[in-house]
């Protein structure tokens, strides 16, 4: 059975039970293989869970005795249901979609702030947490956190398929809090539309796509997140998909119109009259103008950090000093002084702190020395007496002079060389002619041919068309005068 795998090129079982009818004989014809009659018959008849049997060993000694894991969030993974895009018929409010998103820049080397978003499917209310790292444990709390922020009891949360997730932390402890769970599949980022949205409008929004890492960045971002919830949920309307439907190749999309979580939790038939009531009594306390205020001191502070982590990573680079970076320190928000900017920053970019650029240093190049720079006062010699000579002419006169340094390898070279050099002549040609004295041409009262041209014909202008220009050769023009002079006798 080894020969028979190794024969193979090593395939799974499965397939080597289908292919021993055609290999055994083609190896017994050409002598490979010699079996009798009683072994032939069970080689024939061996299944496919008998071959993968006896041969796990010898896959093991194969791989070098590695053995493939036993994926153990995998089996975690197949106990929870799928719950597609199309699987929503309408829930009431309680059921939520959870994501991550990562704070890591550029880079996904080394810890980073995640942030944990959850958007309730019925209203789009949308909570989002920091974590200080993607661990089970912190999305535990995280959600726990979360549920005291609801204005509703959670019934069900539904995840991706990251390994943050489906472990044996969190979906037992869902599962304790009578939480339904389910999953999306894998890479379908539509069955989380939802939160998928909110990642890109809320969070990213919010947050920019710089690196954010430490306890004290993740307090300042809970401070922004919560000023942004109330926020969002209260005065930021949303478009929520009313139905799809598709026509040949084209695909229709209806949408409610835009309304706030807020508003749609107040027009839900199933929300609580006291979560209702609640919602009233919250909204009449809030200052959008002062809520945005806060959501702007703490950006700033959020992009004080970014760039001083980047430039403190500079110098600190070149001194070899650590790149740890240091507290910031934060500030109270003047809800006054900031309504009275309202509408008078609109020419001054994106009043996001978070969404600036880094301000890299520029990089001089550096010009490489080049094998022709001995050569450059000959080859200008060159062109001075022969100004029509060819790169292949200058390479052949290198390459006599230099066997050993110049060849048809440096073609390319060479006409770079002569042409910056016919450039710099020309430029110092055009800087040391003088001026020309402009002349104006009176306008002729004669037959004209459409060139706009009255002086001598060129050498090869046929005989018959110079003697027929040849009488307006004698009128001359005045300079400075726009009045034809007579011709002279």
Same mark, same amino acid.
Request: charge should be positive; hydrophobic fraction near 40%.
């Given at each position: 059975?080894?020969?028979?795998? $190794?024969?193979?090129?090593?395939?799974?079982?499965?397939?080597?039970?289908?292919?021993?009818?055609?290999?055994?004989?083609?190896?017994?014809?050409?002598?490979?293989?010699?079996?009798?009659?009683?072994?032939?018959?069970?080689?024939?008849?061996?299944?496919?869970?008998?071959?993968?049997?006896?041969?796990?060993?010898?896959?093991?000694?194969?791989?070098?005795?590695?053995?493939?894991?036993?994926?153990?969030?995998?089996?975690?993974?197949?106990?929870?249901?799928?719950?597609?895009?199309?699987?929503?018929?309408?829930?009431?409010?309680?059921?939520?979609?959870?994501?991550?998103?990562?704070?890591?820049?550029?880079?996904?080397?080394?810890?980073?702030?995640?942030?944990?978003?959850?958007?309730?499917?019925?209203?789009?209310?949308?909570?989002?947490?920091?974590?200080?790292?993607?661990?089970?444990?912190?999305?535990?709390?995280?959600?726990?956190?979360?549920?005291?922020?609801?204005?509703?009891?959670?019934?069900?949360?539904?995840?991706?398929?990251?390994?943050?997730?489906?472990?044996?932390?969190?979906?037992?402890?869902?599962? $304790?809090?009578?939480?339904?769970?389910?999953?999306?599949?894998?890479?379908?980022?539509?069955?989380?539309?939802?939160?998928?949205?909110?990642?890109?409008?809320?969070?990213?929004?919010?947050?920019?796509?710089?690196?954010?890492?430490?306890?004290?960045?993740?307090?300042?971002?809970?401070?922004?997140?919560?000023?942004?919830?109330?926020?969002?949920?209260?005065?930021?309307?949303?478009?929520?998909?009313?139905?799809?439907?598709?026509?040949?190749?084209?695909?229709?999309?209806?949408?409610?119109?835009?309304?706030?979580?807020?508003?749609?939790?107040?027009?839900?038939?199933?929300?609580?009259?006291?979560?209702?009531?609640?919602?009233?009594?919250?909204?009449?306390?809030?200052?959008?103008?002062?809520?945005?205020?806060?959501?702007?001191?703490?950006?700033?502070?959020?992009?004080?950090?970014?760039?001083?982590?980047?430039?403190?990573?500079?110098?600190?680079?070149?001194?070899?000093?650590?790149?740890?970076?240091?507290?910031?320190?934060?500030?109270?928000?003047?809800?006054?002084?900031?309504?009275?900017?309202?509408?008078?920053?609109?020419?001054?970019?994106?009043?996001?702190?978070?969404?600036?650029?880094?301000?890299?240093?520029?990089?001089?190049?550096?010009?490489?020395?080049?094998?022709?720079?001995?050569?450059?006062?000959?080859?200008?010699?060159?062109?001075?007496?022969?100004?029509?000579?060819?790169?292949?002419?200058?390479?052949?006169?290198?390459?006599?002079?230099?066997?050993?340094?110049?060849?048809?390898?440096?073609?390319?070279?060479?006409?770079?060389?002569?042409?910056?050099?016919?450039?710099?002549?020309?430029?110092?040609?055009?800087?040391?002619?003088?001026?020309?004295?402009?002349?104006?041409?009176?306008?002729?009262?004669?037959?004209?041919?459409?060139?706009?041209?009255?002086?001598?014909?060129?050498?090869?202008?046929?005989?018959?068309?110079?003697?027929?220009?040849?009488?307006?050769?004698?009128?001359?023009?005045?300079?400075?005068?726009?009045?034809?002079?007579?011709?002279?006798?």
């Amino acid at each position: 059975m080894i020969a028979l795998w $190794e024969a193979s090129d090593r395939v799974c079982g499965k397939r080597l039970k289908v292919m021993i009818p055609t290999l055994l004989p083609a190896l017994e014809r050409h002598g490979r293989l010699k079996l009798d009659q009683a072994d032939r018959d069970r080689v024939l008849a061996i299944s496919a869970a008998t071959i993968d049997r006896l041969l796990g060993d010898v896959k093991v000694a194969a791989s070098v005795g590695k053995r493939r894991r036993a994926g153990f969030y995998s089996a975690i993974r197949r106990e929870v249901p799928i719950r597609t895009f199309n699987d929503w018929k309408g829930p009431p409010p309680g059921f939520c979609e959870v994501d991550m998103v990562a704070h890591g820049g550029t880079s996904v080397a080394g810890s980073f702030i995640q942030t944990l978003t959850m958007v309730d499917v019925a209203t789009g209310w949308t909570e989002c947490l920091p974590l200080v790292t993607r661990d089970g444990s912190l999305v535990v709390e995280a959600i726990n956190r979360a549920q005291s922020l609801f204005p509703w009891l959670l019934r069900g949360v539904d995840f991706d398929n990251d390994s943050a997730f489906m472990n044996d932390v969190v979906v037992p402890w869902c599962r $304790e809090q009578k939480l339904e769970v389910t999953r999306s599949r894998a890479y379908k980022k539509n069955d989380q539309a939802f939160v998928e949205q909110k990642n890109g409008a809320v969070v990213r929004r919010l947050m920019g796509y710089g690196r954010f890492d430490g306890v004290e960045t993740a307090r300042v971002i809970a401070r922004l997140y919560a000023a942004a919830r109330l926020y969002v949920n209260f005065f930021q309307p949303s478009f929520k998909l009313k139905e799809k439907r598709r026509e040949g190749a084209k695909v229709i999309k209806r949408y409610y119109p835009p309304s706030t979580p807020c508003e749609r939790a107040l027009a839900h038939p199933k929300a609580a009259t006291a979560v209702k009531r609640r919602l009233r009594e919250q909204y009449r306390t809030l200052d959008p103008v002062a809520l945005l205020a806060e959501i702007r001191a703490v950006q700033e502070e959020l992009g004080n950090r970014v760039d001083r982590r980047a430039g403190d990573a500079r110098g600190q680079q070149r001194a070899g000093k650590s790149t740890a970076p240091q507290p910031v320190q934060s500030s109270t928000p003047d809800a006054v002084a900031f309504a009275k900017t309202l509408g008078m920053m609109v020419k001054a970019g994106d009043p996001r702190a978070t969404h600036r650029r880094t301000k890299r240093p520029y990089k001089t190049r550096v010009r490489m020395p080049s094998k022709l720079d001995p050569h450059v006062a000959t080859i200008e010699t060159w062109l001075a007496a022969e100004p029509q000579l060819t790169a292949l002419a200058i390479i052949g006169r290198l390459s006599e002079n230099h066997p050993d340094q110049f060849g048809m390898r440096q073609h390319s070279i060479v006409q770079r060389l002569l042409k910056a050099l016919r450039k710099k002549a020309a430029e110092k040609l055009i800087a040391q002619e003088p001026p020309c004295v402009a002349t104006i041409a009176a306008p002729s009262t004669g037959p004209v041919d459409g060139s706009g041209y009255e002086g001598p014909d060129p050498p090869t202008a046929p005989p018959v068309a110079r003697a027929l220009k040849a009488p307006k050769l004698n009128r001359s023009v005045d300079v400075g005068s726009s009045t034809p002079m007579a011709p002279s006798g």
